[in-house]
């Protein structure tokens, strides 16, 4: 099973962008029952939870991001999204997508890089 995230890139600081990610090798039902959730880890720092969302879309956030970012699934398609708003330096990070208890293999992740 392989999350493959995209979407990311440079951005000013107040900017928006959205990530994306596809799971592979897994079937629609085994993506519909797991919390799916958006992971970022910045240099030289730990893997931390950004957001989760159940499969009927009930979603958590952590305090940082809480009113910035949005995150939303595709359940038919197995896609998950991240949309980011008000970017600020310190988002910066590689972003990643796993299921809450990260159960599934960690993809190559896609660099976000807010600048000041």
């Known amino acids: 099973v392989q999350p493959v995230e995209s979407g990311g890139g440079l951005v000013q600081a107040g900017g928006s962008l959205r990530v994306s990610c596809r799971i592979s090798?897994?079937?629609?039902?085994?993506?519909?029952?797991?919390?799916m959730g958006w992971y970022r880890q910045a240099p030289g720092k730990q893997r931390e939870l950004v957001a989760t969302?159940?499969?009927?879309?009930?979603?958590n956030y952590a305090d940082s991001v809480k009113g910035r970012f949005t995150i939303s699934r595709d359940n038919a398609n197995k896609r998950l999204h991240l949309q980011m708003n008000s970017l600020k330096p310190e988002d910066t990070a590689v972003y990643y997508c796993?299921?809450?208890?990260?159960?599934?293999?960690w993809g190559q992740g896609t660099q976000v890089t807010v600048s000041s």
């Open positions: 969302i159940t499969r009927l879309s009930a979603t």
């Open positions: 090798g897994i079937i629609t039902s085994e993506f519909n029952s797991r919390i």
């Open positions: 796993n299921s809450d208890t990260q159960d599934l293999y």
